[in-house]
């Protein structure tokens, strides 16, 4: 189910809410918990009912050896052999799940391809969300073994891990940022004033990804479908227009999913935090997707030593990381040339060579550059990584930077943006084939800049969610977040998945 829809707005939000407060104003908390897990279980098994099995099973497994954990005597002799072995499982068990749907067939292809051997690909269906709710499993039996966190009743734990707003891209949540808030009766009432704040975020993120995300879709859609007929001009469109889909997408779900959580009266991790104002690709990634940077910090990062081993060694765990980074978002080598770039390039700034003037410094750079200058250096090179981020394979990729260097014009940007052909200049479409019809493919043009100008003015300036957690609710952002649902209903019979759910 996708909260860009209309059984989702309609039927399924009020639903759930109504039965949530009802049965929690009956004082039926448990029961309150059973009916949250399994509408998050209807939502997540609306896509494809069998996505339940892989979800349970997953759950069923974890909880298990969470149960087993809680039998090992204290102060046993046997008890560090135990959770090792316990660590061990989970980890395995975990990540064999993920490899299987996610990786099996890469893995065979390149078995296939090495030893000129002939294994059948399985073709397996992805399940949707399976990284996230992987590694939000994988946190919580982490960190049971190694005795930071105790064992939970079986509905507070699959309330944990379903709770829908995160269930499908995240943010990749805590056991302890969660579990306790569903324990915590004073957050069962209803509050006003955060369930207002709750719809005027969702609103602001559903804008994002239907008014944005997917007009911006049209022109990369259509542009990377055509990556070998392209120019210089239009290989600049259709990567900006990526770059500001995918930018809106991921930051419209992360609104929208803080939003739901908020009208339950939960509070989400923030997951992205205006990525695109970053004056280093080391700050960018303190800044987008937060909290799967904190799982790879905290699970890989710091178990590898970290920065305690040397110099040398952290910016080899570094590297490591965004290896891995890239190969989570997506089973292709594009991903892991991506992942291996953007590791490139936070190595880079570690090593210090080069710092933002004004900014505070563990070890000061050689040499400062304005923030500006730094601005355009990170919000280029993390453009030019999303050829390979988006691309369906390295000879794409590649083609994609032979197009940008030829410095060929063709006039192929008119035809890009033609791609706009959106109802909203339905009007204005007509009017101009009736006035001056050799003026239409401008028309395209001038509200393609207009978008890219648009974008870039919301980049830098206050996010949804400050908009939403600074002032107060006042009647013009009341009026706003009408307008915009109303709009965004209007536009809903183009209902397009999230980028995300693809990883």
Not at 171 to 179: A, D, F, R
Request: glycine share 6%; hydrophobic share 50%; proline share 3%.
């Amino acid at each position: 189910m996708l909260f860009n829809s209309y059984i989702f707005i309609f039927i399924f939000l009020p639903a759930v809410l109504i039965g949530w407060y009802g049965l929690n104003y009956l004082k039926r908390y448990k029961l309150a918990n059973l009916f949250l897990a399994a509408m998050s279980l209807w939502f997540y098994g609306y896509f494809n009912v069998w996505y339940l099995a892989v979800i349970l099973v997953s759950i069923g497994f974890n909880y298990l050896l969470s149960y087993l954990l809680t039998k090992i005597p204290e102060s046993s002799v046997h008890e560090k052999l135990l959770n090792r072995i316990g660590l061990l499982s989970g980890i395995l068990l975990n990540l064999g799940i993920l490899f299987y749907f996610k990786y099996y067939d890469f893995f065979i292809e390149n078995i296939n391809y090495v030893f000129h051997a002939d294994f059948t690909l399985k073709h397996i269906l992805l399940p949707l969300g399976i990284s996230f709710f992987t590694f939000q499993q994988l946190s919580f039996i982490i960190d049971r073994c190694l005795g930071k966190c105790e064992h939970y009743s079986m509905l507070n734990y699959i309330t944990f891990v379903t709770f829908f707003p995160q269930l499908i891209a995240g943010p990749i949540v805590l056991y302890k940022e969660m579990i306790p808030q569903f324990e915590d009766l004073s957050r069962r009432r209803y509050d006003a004033s955060s369930f207002a704040r709750g719809i005027y975020l969702f609103v602001l993120g559903l804008a994002k990804k239907v008014l944005l995300a997917d007009t911006f879709a049209l022109v990369a859609n259509y542009g990377f479908a055509q990556t070998f007929s392209l120019d210089s001009i239009s290989t600049i469109a259709v990567i900006l227009a990526y770059t500001f889909e995918l930018y809106f997408d991921f930051s419209g779900y992360s609104d929208m999913a803080i939003g739901l959580g908020k009208m339950f009266n939960i509070e989400l991790p923030m997951n992205f935090n205006a990525p695109y104002r970053s004056c280093n690709i080391k700050e960018f990634w303190q800044r987008w997707h937060i909290t799967l940077s904190r799982f790879f910090i905290t699970y890989v990062y710091i178990p590898l030593g970290g920065s305690k081993k040397g110099r040398a060694r952290m910016l080899f765990n570094t590297f490591i990381v965004f290896l891995l980074s890239g190969l989570w978002h997506g089973a292709a080598w594009t991903y892991v040339a991506w992942g291996a770039m953007q590791g490139l390039l936070v190595v880079w700034d570690n090593l210090g060579i080069i710092g933002i003037s004004g900014r505070e410094e563990k070890r000061p750079a050689r040499f400062h550059i304005p923030p500006w200058l730094g601005w355009i250096f990170t919000f280029t090179l993390f453009n030019l990584s999303l050829f390979f981020f988006r691309s369906q394979s390295m000879s794409g990729a590649i083609q994609l930077f032979r197009n940008l260097f030829s410095g060929s014009f063709t006039g192929k940007i008119y035809e890009i943006a033609a791609q706009l052909d959106i109802s909203e200049l339905y009007v204005i479409r007509q009017m101009m084939d009736m006035a001056a019809p050799e003026l239409v493919n401008y028309l395209y043009l001038i509200f393609l800049l207009i978008l890219f100008l648009l974008s870039f003015w919301l980049v830098f300036h206050p996010t949804a969610y400050e908009r939403t957690m600074n002032g107060e609710l006042t009647s013009g952002k009341c009026w706003l977040s009408c307008i915009l649902l109303v709009w965004c209903i209007i536009s809903l019979s183009q209902v397009s998945t999230f980028l995300y759910f693809n990883f």
